[in-house]
C-alpha cells in the first residue's frame, strides 16, 4: 500500500445527512446515559429456580450449572431465607425426586408429603414472608421423564391433566402462593383453577407456562432433576414448535381465557420476540424463563474468558425487562440481587 486515499464523504456532509439529528448527543456521558435509560432491572424482577433433594444437610453441585446446587429441604429454608433478605419476591422449586419413587404413571405427584410439598411447608413455616411457586408437572415423577402419563407410546391428554390438578391443590394446601404447570397438556390451565377453587384456594394464583417451546436449551435442567437419562424421545406432542410465533400467541389467549393470572415464556433469550407480542396483546403480566442451558451458555463462556459473565448476565436480564417481562425466573437470582444490592 504506497497510496493513501483521502478520507471524505461521497456529497452531503454529515451534518446534511442527519439534519443534526445526533444521537450520540445524549451517550456522551455516564450521566446523560443514566438519565435516559429507559429499562431498569431490580430485585423486584427476581425468581429464583431452586432444585430440591432427599436428605439433610444436602448439596451436590450439577456439573452443566456451575454454582447452582440440588439442596436438601433444610438447606433449601437457608436459602430462602436468604433470598428473603436480598428482597427476592418468590422461589420456584424443582425436585430431584429418588429413582424408586418414580413410576410410569408419576404417582408422586399426588403424595401430599412428596419432596416439592414438604419443601413448601417447610419454607412457608420458617418464611412466609417469600412466595412460593410450584410446578404441578409429571416429569420429576415419572420412570420415562415425560410431562405426562405414557401409554402405549403417547402422552395421554386428560388423564395427566386430571392427575395435575389434584396434585395442584396438594401443593397449594402445602403453601405454594403460584402454581405454575410446565406440561402444556391442552385444558389444564381451567382444570387447575376448577379444582383449586372446589377445595377452597381462591387465592392461589396460576402462573402458566402458556408458550413453552420444544428446545434443546433445557438439557443442563434434565440432569439437575435426574431426567437426563431416562427421557426417551421428545417433548414435541407437547411442548411449542420452536418455528411457531403465532401458535404461541394462541396458546397463550387459551390459558388467560381458562383462568391464567399471569404469563410465561419459555425459554427466554431466543424467545424474546414471543414476550413482546404477548405483551403487547393481552398487556399481563409476563415473565421469561431463562432456562439451564442458557446459564449454561453465559457461565461456560464466562469461564473460558470469552465473555464478561458478570456483564452478560446483567445485559441478558435488562434484554427481558426491554422486550416487556415483569420478572424473570433466573439461576443467577441470588447472583444479582447481590448486585443491585451493592
Ligand atoms: C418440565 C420442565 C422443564 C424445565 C422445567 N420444568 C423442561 C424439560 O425438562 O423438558 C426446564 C427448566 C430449565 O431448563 O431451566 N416440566
Redesign the pocket.
Known amino acids: 500500500m504506497n497510496r493513501m486515499f483521502k478520507a471524505t464523504t461521497a456529497g452531503r456532509s454529515v451534518d446534511e445527512i442527519t439534519e443534526g439529528r445526533r444521537l450520540r448527543r445524549m451517550r456522551k456521558a455516564d450521566w446523560s446515559r443514566r438519565l435516559v435509560q429507559e429499562n431498569r432491572l431490580t430485585v423486584d424482577d427476581l425468581i429464583w ?1 431452586i432444585f430440591l433433594i432427599d436428605g439433610e444437610n444436602r448439596r451436590e453441585e450439577i456439573a452443566a450449572m456451575p454454582g447452582v446446587f440440588r439442596l436438601s429441604v433444610d438447606l433449601a429454608v437457608r436459602e430462602a431465607e436468604r433470598a428473603a433478605k436480598l428482597g427476592i419476591p418468590a422461589l420456584a422449586t ?1 425436585p430431584n425426586v429418588e429413582l424408586s419413587l418414580r413410576d410410569q404413571t408419576g404417582s408422586a405427584i399426588l403424595d401430599p408429603d412428596n419432596l416439592v410439598n414438604r419443601a413448601s411447608r417447610a419454607i412457608k413455616a420458617a418464611v412466609p414472608e417469600i412466595g412460593v411457586i410450584t ?1 404441578a ?1 409429571l ?1 420429576p415423577f415419572t420412570s420415562h421423564g415425560h ?1 405426562g402419563i405414557l401409554r402405549d407410546g403417547i402422552i395421554v391428554n386428560d388423564e395427566t391433566v386430571a392427575q395435575i390438578a389434584t396434585a395442584a391443590v396438594l401443593q397449594a394446601d402445602a403453601g405454594a402462593d403460584i402454581i405454575a404447570p ?2 402444556m397438556m391442552d385444558g389444564r390451565i381451567g382444570a387447575i383453577r376448577d379444582a383449586l377453587d372446589a377445595a377452597g384456594f381462591q387465592d392461589v394464583a396460576i402462573m402458566s407456562y402458556a408458550t413453552k417451546f420444544a428446545s434443546a ?2 438439557g ?3 440432569e439437575a ?1 435426574g ?1 437426563k437419562g431416562l427421557l426417551k424421545g421428545d ?1 414435541k406432542t407437547y ?1 411449542i414448535d420452536h418455528a411457531n410465533a403465532d401458535e404461541a400467541v394462541r396458546e397463550a389467549e387459551q390459558d388467560l381465557a381458562e383462568g391464567a393470572d399471569m404469563l410465561m415464556v ?2 427466554g433469550l431466543p424467545y424474546l420476540d414471543i414476550i413482546r407480542r404477548l405483551k403487547d396483546e393481552f398487556a399481563m403480566p409476563t415473565f421469561a ?1 431463562q ?3 442458557e ?1 449454561a451458555m453465559i457461565r461456560a463462556a464466562a469461564a473460558n474468558g470469552w465473555i464478561d459473565g458478570d456483564k452478560a448476565m446483567l445485559e441478558s436480564l435488562v434484554a427481558f425487562k426491554r422486550a416487556g417481562c415483569d420478572g424473570i425466573l433466573t ?1 443467577f437470582a441470588p447472583q444479582v440481587a447481590e448486585m443491585l444490592r451493592a
Do not use: C
Open positions: 429456580p424443582f410446578d408437572a416429569d410431562d410446565s406440561d436449551f433445557y443442563p435442567y434434565r432433576i431426567t417433548k411442548y419459555k425459554p424463563y432456562v439451564s442451558g446459564y439461576y
